[in-house]
């Protein structure tokens, strides 16, 4: 029995670890906007403090070329359709993981006070764990108005996997930008 519930809270723990590293992709575009008429973007300063780590700063502006290049945009340095900006955050988070009636606690015994129900048998596990949000806007040069946004979300952790973070998210921000001249 001891087996089992220690085999149960491994997997328990690694499908929660598992399930915390993935990056979650949100995105929004104003319908109003055509946007094959944008064809050309720069980078602008990062709003962020501290900035990123110098591996994450690599995938982020690597991921951020390859994959518009994809969507057939390209980086100029003046007189840009869009403006790219990125907004970077994080937060201490909570996980709980709780587990009913497994345990010691099945069926019924009598003692002076009449019926028992035995121990609940449950098991509550909290861990503590850091999110980090990328936030990357796309804005008008000329209107300077917000056209699209991207935010991605997942687990901080050592530099190579916040690179490679990065890069996921990214990659799931740019395949939802709504380029119209991409066939």
């Known amino acids: 029995m001891l087996k089992l519930l220690l085999r149960f809270t491994l997997y328990t723990v690694i499908l ?18 055509a946007f094959n008429k944008y064809h050309t973007y720069t980078l602008m300063h990062p709003t962020e403090e501290p900035p990123l780590s110098p591996s994450s700063e690599i995938a982020y502006r690597e991921a951020l ?11 100029v340095a003046d007189n840009a359709d869009l403006h790219i900006l990125r907004h970077v955050s994080t937060e201490e988070k909570l996980a709980t993981y709780q587990s009913s009636n497994f345990g010691y606690g099945y069926g019924y015994g009598y003692g002076p006070y009449g ?3 035995g121990y609940p048998g449950g098991y509550t596990n909290v861990s503590e764990y850091t999110e ?6 796309f804005v008008d040069a000329k209107t300077r108005k917000l056209v699209f946004r991207g935010i991605g979300k997942g687990t901080v952790g050592d530099p190579q996997t916040n690179a490679q973070h990065i890069r996921e998210a990214i990659q799931k921000i740019i395949l939802a930008y709504p380029n119209s001249s991409v066939k």
Do not use: H, K, Y
């Not at 980090?132 to 806007?137: A, E, S, V």
């Open 132 to 137: 980090g949000t990328l936030i990357i806007d």
């Open 16 to 33: 929660g670890l598992t399930a915390c590293s993935a990056v979650s992709v949100t995105t929004d575009a104003d319908p109003s906007t």
């Open 65 to 75: 070329q390859s994959n518009l290049a994809a969507r057939g945009l390209r980086e």
């Open 115 to 117: 019926a028992w129900g």
